[in-house]
């Protein structure tokens, strides 16, 4: 199957920092989603973004289907930030997504 | 107004036992998922239904069995419920059944004892 590589894995800021956050995939995709996890659990979609780059705020994100990978930026990082960053690809548009093992951010104060 | 709702929120029982799990949305949408993710963070597609019919269905025990009565609800519903089972358990809608931005409720915990 698909393997989507996330990196790193851990990651922590002081607030204010910018950070990158890296998805890698090893198939060409139709669609890849970025999800924030919260510290209480709630999952909370950031971008659906299958090619190109998208804002929104203090975050952005772009994907290079060509070359299998995607970022997401976030600026000027807030506490509100911290949790769990997930990626998430669908090979054959189809909504079947397959998750990355994910990237937990810890900004702080 | 939730968007998408999960009862219950915490579910502990005995190892043996069949539970369910119910899931609402009222964003509108066509299609519905069930997700597991497990103590370490991992998220896994279950199930996926398209307006009340089953259009995927991962690898997953048989002791497992989606129900939607309608394209608003998807329940879960488990038998036998075994150790391993634990976990955090998401449903998730989307607009469409195809490219389309899914839409999670708060996750239901499920530990079997």
């Known amino acids: 199957g698909i393997q989507v590589e996330q990196s790193p894995p851990d990651l922590i800021l002081q607030e204010g920092a910018n950070s990158t956050l890296r998805c890698n995939f090893s198939?060409?995709?139709?669609?890849l989603q970025w999800f924030h996890q919260n510290p209480w659990g709630q999952l909370i979609n950031l971008f659906y973004?299958?090619?190109g780059t998208k804002q929104n705020g203090r975050l952005s994100a772009t994907t290079v289907a060509t070359e299998r990978y995607s970022l997401l930026y976030i600026s000027s990082s807030q506490t509100t930030d911290s949790g769990v960053y997930f990626c998430?690809?669908?090979?054959?548009?189809?909504?079947?997504?397959?998750f990355g093992s994910g990237t937990k951010l810890n900004v702080k104060p | 107004d939730t968007a998408v709702s999960q009862t219950p929120k915490y579910l502990v029982t005995q190892m043996g036992n069949d539970k369910s799990i119910k899931c609402e949305q009222n964003?509108?949408?066509?299609?519905m998922y069930w997700y597991k993710q497990d103590s370490k963070k991992f998220l896994k597609i279950m199930f996926s239904?398209?307006?009340?019919?089953?259009?995927i269905n991962e690898t997953v025990p048989n002791r497992f069995s989606p129900k939607s009565p309608d394209k608003a609800h998807l329940n879960l519903h488990i038998n036998s419920l075994e150790l391993g089972d634990s976990a955090v358990y998401f449903c998730?809608?989307?607009?469409?059944?195809?490219?389309?931005?899914?839409?999670f409720g708060p996750g239901t915990r499920l530990t079997v004892l």
């Open positions: 998730a809608s989307s607009q469409d059944r195809m490219g389309d931005t899914q839409y």
């Open positions: 198939d060409s995709v139709n669609n």
């Open positions: 973004i299958p090619s």
């Open positions: 998430a690809v669908d090979l054959y548009n189809f909504n079947k997504f397959y």
């Open positions: 964003l509108g949408h066509d299609t």
């Open positions: 239904y398209n307006n009340k019919e089953l259009i």
